[in-house]
Nanobody, 124 residues
Framework: QVQLVESGGGMVQAGGSLRLSCAASGRTDSANAMAWFRQAPGKEREFVAGISWIGDRTLYADFVKGRFTISRDYAKNTLNLQMNSLIPEDTAVYYC?????????????????WGQGTQVIVSS
C-alpha cells in the first residue's frame, strides 16, 4: 500500500498560480499511474490530470488544458501539479491518487490509494 500526502494548497486570486505536491511513501516500487482529482462542495469528485507509470503520457480534463501541468519526480517520489491562470471555478479540495494500473484512468473508483486532500480557493 502506498501512502500519499498532498501539500501546496491555499488561497489565491484569479489569474494566479499554485503548485501542488504529493509525497508518496510505502510501497512506491509498484508500477502505477497517478492522477489528481478534485471535489468542490456539493459536487462529485472529478478527474483533473493523470500521468502514466513511466511518465511518457499525460492526460488532462478539458477544463484545465493549457493551464495545468502534471509531472512526476521519481527521485523524490513526488507527484506535482502546476496550476496557472486559476479561475474561481477551480476552487475545490484536490486529491492525489495512485492506481493499480500503469495506464491513466479517469474513474476515481479504479484508484486504490488516496491522499487526504489539500484545499485550493481561488477568489475573484
Amino acid at each position: 500500500q502506498v501512502q500519499l500526502v498532498e501539500s501546496g494548497g491555499g488561497m489565491v486570486q484569479a489569474g494566479g498560480s499554485l503548485r501542488l505536491s504529493c509525497a508518496a511513501s510505502g510501497r512506491t516500487d509498484s508500477a502505477n499511474a497517478m492522477a489528481w482529482f478534485r471535489q468542490a462542495p456539493g459536487k462529485e469528485r472529478e478527474f483533473v490530470a493523470g500521468i502514466s507509470w513511466i511518465g511518457d503520457r499525460t492526460l488532462y480534463a478539458d477544463f484545465v488544458k493549457g493551464r495545468f501541468t502534471i509531472s512526476r519526480d521519481y527521485a523524490k517520489n513526488t507527484l506535482n501539479l502546476q496550476m496557472n491562470s486559476l479561475i474561481p471555478e477551480d476552487t475545490a479540495v484536490y486529491y492525489c491518487a495512485s492506481s493499480g494500473s500503469t495506464g491513466i484512468i479517469r474513474t476515481p473508483g479504479r484508484y486504490d490509494g488516496w491522499g487526504q486532500g489539500t484545499q485550493v480557493i481561488v477568489s475573484s
